[in-house]
């Protein structure tokens, strides 16, 4: 199951909406793995960003980032995840895949060279820019 999805990453057509919210959770949880320090906080705002982008109760969202773990585990890099929902989302949409990752990032009150270093990788790949990056840092770090 996972390898074809893996392969649908890279087929030229773009994803349909179940693989782009797959590639979307696994990228979460790539992000929150990156410091080798997978928190209950980080799982916590993972599924409360799937719920809130996708409308999806508790279970719906543990229920997909329990299979996006799965997944980020097995999948070789980031860049198929990337490239997947830059393909299938517009700009915007893809500054607010920042500002989540941003809001998984400091779920655990922290940030490690490793996530940073991911973050800045991430964006690139996504085509969002420093500044907006950045914004979408703040707007993360921002009370709710």
Do not use: C, H
């Not at 997944?71 to 989302?89: G, H, Y």
């Amino acid at each position: 199951m996972f390898a074809d999805f893996l392969r649908r990453l890279t087929a030229p057509d773009p994803l349909p909406d179940t693989d782009a919210r797959l590639a979307l959770a696994a990228l979460l949880v790539r992000i929150a793995r990156a410091d080798n320090s997978y928190q209950s906080a980080e799982i916590a705002q993972i599924d409360r960003v799937l719920s809130r982008r996708y409308g999806f109760d508790a279970a719906a969202a543990a229920a997909l980032r329990a299979e996006a773990e799965t997944l980020e585990a097995e999948a070789p890099d980031t860049v198929r995840f990337t490239r997947a929902i830059k393909e299938a989302v517009p700009y915007d949409d893809r500054v607010g895949v920042i500002e989540a990752m941003w809001s998984v990032v400091l779920a655990d009150g922290g940030r490690a060279d490793e996530e940073n270093a991911l973050m800045r990788l991430a964006a690139s790949l996504l085509g969002v820019s420093d500044p907006d990056s950045a914004l979408a840092r703040q707007r993360a770090a921002a009370p709710e």
